[in-house]
């Protein structure tokens, strides 16, 4: 089974908001990029990410780590979308579904607040 390269696509919206979709898998290999189109996106004033997970085959713990870093440099919380039930499950793990932004268990519409 050969990775899928990450192909991360984004939407600039007004109001400091940005939408990054991902496709592919998300790992040490390419978690890096991630990282990188935050930091990118923040430099020019976006603070308010979501992230969109639909397209995400498989993340490892590089871009678990990926997210922390991406939660730790902005002033708003991360949300995420598109969240499988495996990532779910690691997210829930490592407590990380306590710190970003998460659609509840129940659906996508509803978003759990974070501080």
């Known amino acids: ?30 978690a890096p990029e991630l990282v990188d189109a935050i930091n990118a996106l923040r430099r020019d004033g976006y603070q308010q990410l979501v992230i969109d ?12 780590s990926a997210f922390v870093i991406a939660h730790r440099g902005g002033s708003a ?3 995420l ?11 829930d793990r490592t407590g990380l579904a306590e710190v970003l ?3 509840s268990a129940a659906g996508e519409n509803d978003v ?3 501080g």
């Open 1 to 30: 089974m050969s990775a899928q390269l990450l192909v991360i696509e984004v939407d600039r919206h007004d109001s400091g908001r940005a939408e990054l979709r991902l496709t592919g898998d998300l790992d040490f290999d390419s």
């Open 53 to 64: 997970l639909t397209g995400v085959a498989m993340c490892d713990s590089s871009g678990l």
């Open 112 to 114: 759990q607040a974070v």
């Open 77 to 79: 919380p991360l949300r």
């Open 81 to 91: 979308t598109g969240v499988n039930a495996t990532l779910r499950h690691l997210l």
């Open 101 to 103: 932004e998460l659609p």
